[in-house]
T-cell receptor, first 116, second 107 residues
Framework: GAGVSQSPSNKVTEKGKDVELRCDPI?????LYWYRQSLGQGLEFLIY????????KSGLPSDRFSAERTGGSVSTLTIQRTQQEDSAVYLC??????????????FGPGTRLTVL | KNEVEQSPQNLTAQEGEFITINCSYS?????LHWLQQHPGGGIVSLFM???GKKKHGRLIATINIQEKHSSLHITASHPRDSAVYIC?????????FGAGTRLTVKP
């Protein structure tokens, strides 16, 4: 079956531009997660959607970052006025149920963002 | 101090050796994930465990919730096991990650 997909796989943008990253979770998965991995660094949690509940946005690095999940399925992560420090691989994952249910997470291939 | 700490940071082994990677955490959690990140960047979930031990092929994961410690073992290691292994703890609406252990298995 189809796994988690992300698009684009690579994105090069100029400093100050806005970018939108997309994640398609596994069908039927109620939980969706966004993570970031800067070059040579560990994974960083950004935001988590559980069903139709409003997400906890406290993990987002700045107010230039926003995320939404439409219809409980596809999610977009938007970065406004990109900065060079935003360069990283952005990973999406989904699970059948949320964090409290301790389900296995399935990861997408990531979007490599480079801000020039 | 990171709430989730792994050791060692780097590990080099000869093919066939028994591998142990450790994860300790300072927060109160009820379960822990072990992830594998391949050299190409893809991440695979290996285990999610809340107690005792789980086994999948040559991989074994154990956890002691009271002692706040988990271990990942690889028996009869192989060069294809070379990857970064990451432990992660769900905490509320958040996930806390260890820094990862880079394993290199030489033929």
């Amino acid at each position: 079956g189809a796994g988690v997909s992300q698009s684009p796989s690579n994105k090069v943008t100029e400093k100050g531009k806005d970018v939108e990253l997309r994640c398609d979770p596994i069908s039927g998965h109620t939980a969706l997660y966004w993570y970031r991995q800067s070059l040579g660094q560990g994974l960083e949690f950004l935001i988590y959607f559980q069903g139709n509940s409003a997400p906890d946005k406290s993990g987002l690095p700045s107010d230039r970052f926003s995320a939404e999940r439409t219809g409980g399925s596809v999610s977009t992560l938007t970065i406004q006025r990109t900065q060079q420090e935003d360069s990283a691989v952005y990973l999406c994952a989904s699970s059948l149920e949320g964090l409290a249910s301790y389900n296995e997470q399935f990861f997408g291939p990531g979007t490599r963002l480079t801000v020039l | 101090k990171n709430e989730v700490e792994q050791s060692p940071q780097n590990l080099t082994a000869q093919e066939g050796e028994f591998i142990t990677i450790n994860c300790s955490y300072s927060v109160g959690i009820s379960a822990l994930h072990w992830l594998q990140q391949h050299p190409g960047g893809g991440i695979v979930s290996l285990f999610m465990l809340s107690s005792g031990k789980k086994k999948h092929g040559r991989l074994i994961a154990t956890i002691n919730i009271q002692e706040k410690h988990s271990s990942l073992h690889i028996t009869a290691s192989h060069p294809r096991d070379s990857a970064v292994y990451i432990c992660a703890a769900p905490l509320g609406n958040d996930m806390r990650f260890g820094a990862g252990t880079r394993l290199t298995v030489k033929p």
